[in-house]
């Protein structure tokens, strides 16, 4: 086998599609050259922010093969047919009729004799080039060729040779040369094969590899944390995205000047990751006056210029940030809530001061429901919630709402509950760790989907601007975290009746629906058994409910207990059918067996109204109640063993389906219907 060189020059592809891009263009390439019954083995792939590299060792030769072509259907009209004949210079006698879904079909056989892999290499590269799907693409020039940056440069080699590839679109052929760092090693550099290429580009200063160039700077970080006693502080996110910026990665050290340090640590970090791709620092646990970050170049000076070039930017904007705070710290963060009528939230819903009541008035039912000790702090935070977002701070950096809030409530005298919940508002389910921060959070998620789906904004297919499909699984989750037992229909109704009246009217039902259909993904990512969610999850329950039912219910239908219990319910579901009756006549009772389950049956209703005075809780008494039916089972089996139901006298007949009716509807009370 002979080893095969491409390397596509493209202008500074985006960091964030580089991983996708690259794993997809090697399977275009694999696949073509399966396709073609081309030999390869040894393929790899690389991708820096300029270059695309495939390699592989492939045979010399193409392999001889015979391709069977699909025609149309033998009813297509005439002139279809012949198209195909035309298209394949073949005669109709040459070809053959084949079945396929009950349809038959013309189809010819193409035999492909033994060919130059170099023939068809050419084409295949240009396709598969073309066919990289990238999220967003360019042309340039007067050019209709469209990438997702201007491609410059095409270097293809196989077998020591240059191959010929032409992008006549952009009037760009193939050549055996490449070039090194755009600003380190520019020049030209000729290339004779596979292993000189790797050699040259690392005397060039570029590091084809992205886990190698990873890997470069984690050695980087760690040579640093010793040398200065520090810690960095690494997002994996930020690292792979900085990793796809530079093909020569070089770690530099910049200082914050003390000034800065007073601000809240948030308010420093996010300048540092979101807005320059740096790295925070850190020193036993506090936040550091260092940064980390990642140059592309190596200075004559060690960095001197680089750093001193970035310190001055990074100072621009934590001194604008040292400004907003003490301005925005002159007012108190209540008075900022009239400022909340001037942002605009949407045309039919007003301002966001309106949404701000409406999310009040939300926590104000769902406390009132749960009847919530601490509502007074559940208010206040719904006050507050919403009034950073007129502040400078969040105007310039909209990545701190919330945060920022919760900083200036805190420093303003705030109790530290509210500051919790105006910080968690938009935090995920996992982080929220109080009551009052969650029912905040809830009546946010809540105002949101119910607000959307009134103007008709619900998601569709695999399309949801709003996040609604996330805000309801929001909604369920914090329910189970923390035990909320309130009747979410209610709540949406009473949210709906805030809005105008001239919006959809069946809202409530539409948003209850969705809740419930997003409730059956939550169970099914716990572990619920299909049937078992299918049969819990319905409006007549509340959600909590719904969530204790059905872990309850999965973890003991799967012993064998349960599935005992769940054979005899149906058992007994079959035999009496549609009775009703549930009067049983002692007098006619004449069986052993019969008599001791009417015994247990007096016993299991009275023990049912026990559990139900007795227990905290409902999964309490759905635990014990549940149990307490299961010892039934044994009792029933025996019964149906030894007791003819169906009897010639008709009186016993009517009494033993009583018997089984009163103890199907005590099942009913634990087992849901559809079970």
């Known amino acids: 086998m002979n080893n095969f060189l491409l390397e596509l020059m493209v202008e500074e592809i985006p960091s964030g599609v580089q991983t996708e891009a690259i794993s997809e263009f090697e399977k275009l390439v694999t ?13 790899y792939s690389y991708i820096s922010p300029r270059r695309i590299v495939f390699s592989a060792e492939l045979n010399l030769k193409v392999d001889e093969f015979t391709e069977e072509k699909k025609g149309p259907q033998i009813t297509a009209t005439p002139e279809v047919i012949e198209r195909f004949l035309h298209a394949n210079s073949v005669s109709r006698r040459e070809c053959i009729e084949k079945e396929v879904d009950k349809k038959i079909f013309l189809f010819i056989k193409i035999k492909h004799k033994v060919r130059d892999t170099s023939e068809v290499l050419g084409n295949i590269i240009k396709n598969c080039t073309k066919k990289i799907l990238w999220n967003k693409s360019m042309r340039w020039g007067n050019y209709q060729f469209y990438f997702v940056r201007p491609l410059r440069n095409v270097m293809a080699i196989f077998n020591g040779n240059l191959l010929d590839i032409k992008f006549d679109e952009i009037n760009l052929v193939s050549c055996n040369h490449t070039y090194g760092h755009r600003f380190i090693a520019p020049q030209k550099i000729e290339i004779a094969n596979v292993d000189e290429y790797f050699s040259k580009m690392k005397n060039a200063f570029v590091i084809l590899d992205a886990k190698e160039r990873r890997n470069v700077i984690i050695d980087e970080f760690k040579n640093l944390e010793s040398q200065r006693s520090i810690f960095v502080e690494v997002n994996e996110n930020l690292l792979d995205e900085v990793v796809g910026l530079v093909e020569y990665p070089v770690v530099l050290l910049g200082r914050i000047p003390e000034r800065f340090m007073k601000l809240p640590e948030e308010v420093i970090t996010t300048p540092l990751r979101v807005h320059q791709r740096y790295f925070p620092t850190r020193i036993d646990g506090k936040l550091a006056p260092y940064f980390v970050f990642i140059a592309n170049n190596v200075a004559t000076d060690g960095g001197k210029t680089i750093i001193e070039g970035n310190e001055r930017v990074l100072n621009a904007r934590l001194a604008d940030a040292l400004f907003f705070f003490e301005t925005d710290l002159q007012c108190s963060l209540e008075s900022r809530r009239a400022d909340l009528r001037k942002i605009a939230f949407n045309d039919k819903l007003g301002n966001v001061l309106d949404r701000a009541n409406r999310v009040s008035n939300v926590c104000d039912y769902i406390c009132n429901s ?25 105007c310039e950096f909209p990545e701190l709402q919330g945060i920022m809030g919760a900083h200036y409530a805190r420093i303003q005298g705030e109790d530290p509950a509210v500051c919790d919940a105006i910080r968690c508002q938009y935090l995920p389910v996992h982080e929220i760790t109080s009551s009052i921060s969650a029912i905040l959070s809830l009546a946010d998620k809540i105002e949101l989907v119910t607000t959307f789906f009134a103007l008709e904004k619900k998601p569709t297919g695999s399309k949801d601007p709003f996040a609604l499909r996330r805000a309801a699984i929001g909604i369920l989750k914090i329910t189970e ?7 979410l229909k209610e709540i949406i109704q009473k949210t709906f009746q805030q809005l105008p009246d001239d919006l959809r009217i069946d809202t409530v039902d539409c948003v209850h629906d969705f809740i419930l259909g997003r409730l059956k993904i939550v169970l099914k990512e716990m572990g619920i058994q299909q049937n078992i969610l299918n049969a819990t999850v319905t409006g007549e329950d509340s959600i909590l409910n719904i969530f204790s039912k059905s872990k309850v219910l999965n973890d003991f239908l799967q012993n064998s207990l349960g599935e005992k219990l769940l054979i005899i319910h149906k058992r007994t579901k079959n035999i009496i059918l549609l009775n009703s009756e549930t009067f049983v006549d002692e007098k006619l009772l004449q069986e052993k067996e019969e008599i001791t389950l009417w015994e247990k049956i007096k016993k299991l209703e009275e023990k049912f109204s026990r559990i139900a005075i007795e227990s905290e809780s409902f999964i309490e008494k759905f635990t014990q109640q549940l149990s307490a039916c299961a010892e039934m089972a044994q009792d029933a089996s025996v019964f149906f063993d030894k007791i003819l139901v169906n009897t010639d006298d008709s009186m016993i007949r009517q009494n033993r389906l009583n018997l089984l009716t009163r103890l199907s509807f005590i099942f009913d009370t634990v087992i849901p219907a559809g079970l």
Do not use: G, P
Request: charged share 35%; hydrophobic share 40%.
């Open 31 to 43: 696949a073509e050259l399966e396709k073609c019954r081309i030999r390869y083995k040894n393929s």
């Open 370 to 394: 749960l009847e919530m000790e601490d509502s007074h702090l559940v208010k206040r935070s719904s006050i507050l919630a919403k009034c950073d977002l007129a502040t400078s701070m969040v």
């Open 481 to 487: 975290k923390f035990q909320f037992d309130f009747n």
